[in-house]
């Protein structure tokens, strides 16, 4: 589940975390080290890499990070040397066979950050994001078994064509608050709320208790006030997890409750934070990134109405090119370890760019129309299992925008939009629309 969506919330700059140490090395060390295939390798003079490490939290990256990517290629090959904090080194990933290598080497690429995180401090920014949990994200070996197997379970049971009608059901009001003033911003008026409340429903979760956690979950994602952010999102769905040992329903969260491995409240907190990391913003951003495309591209933009490309060209592009989670799929060596003749440093954070290693030259031939092997969802032992479900709201809910009010149009130049900063999202701050006052819709379109 690495590969799962994550983040939500303001615009923010990352604050330091204090200088931590280690360097990504361009050459084998003076001890004997291993390689990728555990052969030791010969003692070679060390040159670590000490110039500046590009920044994936400034305002720079978020504006143009496909830019940077293309330095960095010229700069380093397939592995940058990165901050993804002030003083919080990584190594980037972006370059996809390398990627495949990693993401299907859990041995050598553990998930578990905890030996990295003694060195973090309590009030780093980007430290919820990344430290020790008890779920399929944090966990190696029988751990991260156990744990899929509870989450791949309830996710699987979803019915998918009750969830389109949840789609529906939830798209309908929203879009009736404001198809009779001709304007909207579909971040905060559209995208936000029917992921959000699509999520609640499959969980079981009541909107007051499912509006604490979306608030903690804003602070921790765009880190602005993590800590106060993940006690509050903690608080949030103890509390669900207790409602739901003493009544539980046909819903995700009673599924994880009921399932064999018997799940603690702990454990049941982290599967839940992990599915609230997932199904909010990644989602919320996807929507609002293949609207974009759909509106600005004369592929996609010309044909909204006579229906030539679909909206699933337009998601798929859209995971190719820029997916809602940049980068992420988090590993911590246990050793250092050579790839593509760079030595990765031990507990590290080693971070898959998807949409750097998606955009590789050496992958990206030709025309990319119905190809799906991104690695949006991530892919190996850690694969997202919610890629069905995630792929059916966000195309439910824009093919339900855009059948409400196919003239839809974008109410700035694309110049002033504004991408929000940080090192694991791309994700826009507002999508201002236009389009014809129409009067409001009821299910299945009839007006």
């Not at 690495?2 to 983040?7: D, H, L, N, T």
């Not at 919820?128 to 049971?157: Q, T, V």
């Not at 006030?225 to 009673?254: C, F, H, W, Y």
């Not at 030709?366 to 799906?372: A, S």
Request: proline share 9%; net charge negative.
């Amino acid at each position: 589940m690495r590969g799962m969506f994550a983040e939500f919330g303001v615009e923010s700059r990352a604050q330091p975390c204090g200088r931590i140490s280690g360097r990504h090395s361009h050459r084998a060390g003076t001890s004997r080290r291993l390689n990728i295939d555990s052969q030791p390798l010969s003692p070679a003079a060390p040159r670590d890499f000490d110039g500046p490490r590009v920044s994936l939290y400034s305002d720079e990256y978020a504006a143009d990070p496909h830019r940077i990517y293309r330095e960095m290629r010229q700069r380093f090959g397939s592995l940058a040397p990165v901050e993804l904090a002030p003083g919080v080194p990584a190594t980037l990933v972006i370059g996809y066979h390398a990627a495949l290598q990693i993401l299907n080497d859990p041995e050598h690429f553990p998930a578990d950050p905890r030996s990295w995180e003694r060195n973090i401090p309590a009030d780093c920014p980007i430290r919820p994001m990344m430290e020790w949990r008890p779920n399929p994200i944090r966990s190696a070996g029988s751990d991260h078994i156990r744990y899929r197997s509870a989450a791949a379970a309830a996710l699987g049971k979803i019915d998918l064509h009750r969830l389109h009608a949840t789609v529906e059901q939830v798209a309908v009001p929203l879009i009736n608050s404001f198809c009779e003033v001709g304007h909207c911003e579909v971040v905060s008026q559209y995208a936000l709320p029917i992921v959000f409340s699509t999520l609640n429903a499959t969980l079981g979760c009541s909107p007051e208790i499912s509006q604490r956690a979306a608030t903690g979950m804003a602070a921790m994602f765009d880190t602005v006030d993590a800590e106060a952010g993940n006690r509050m999102l903690s608080e949030a769905l103890l509390e669900l997890t207790r409602i739901k040992r003493a009544e539980p329903g046909d819903d995700v969260t009673s599924r994880l409750v009921e399932h064999p491995v018997r799940l603690d409240d702990e454990e049941m907190l982290h599967q839940l934070v992990t599915l609230y990391g997932a199904g909010i913003e990644p989602q919320q951003n996807l929507i609002a990134n293949t609207l974009l495309l759909m509106l600005t591209d004369e592929r996609f933009a010309a044909n909204v109405l006579d229906g030539s490309l679909s909206t699933r060209d337009a998601l798929d592009e859209v995971l190719f090119n820029d997916p809602p989670m940049a980068n992420y799929c988090i590993s911590y060596p246990r050793q250092p370890i050579l790839i593509d003749g760079v030595w990765l440093p031990a507990h590290q954070p080693v971070m898959i760019s998807m949409a750097a290693c998606n955009n590789d030259p050496a992958i990206r031939t030709g025309d990319m129309t119905d190809n799906r092997s991104h690695l949006a969802f991530g892919t190996g032992p850690h694969a997202c299992p919610a890629r069905p479900v995630a792929v059916l709201i966000v195309q439910d809910a824009l093919d339900q925008l855009l059948d409400a009010l196919p003239e839809l149009e974008l109410a700035v130049p694309v110049s002033e939009l504004q991408w929000r900063p940080g090192p694991f999202h791309r994700a826009l701050a507002a999508l201002p629309v236009t389009f014809p006052k129409s009067p409001p819709i009821s299910p299945a379109g009839i007006r």
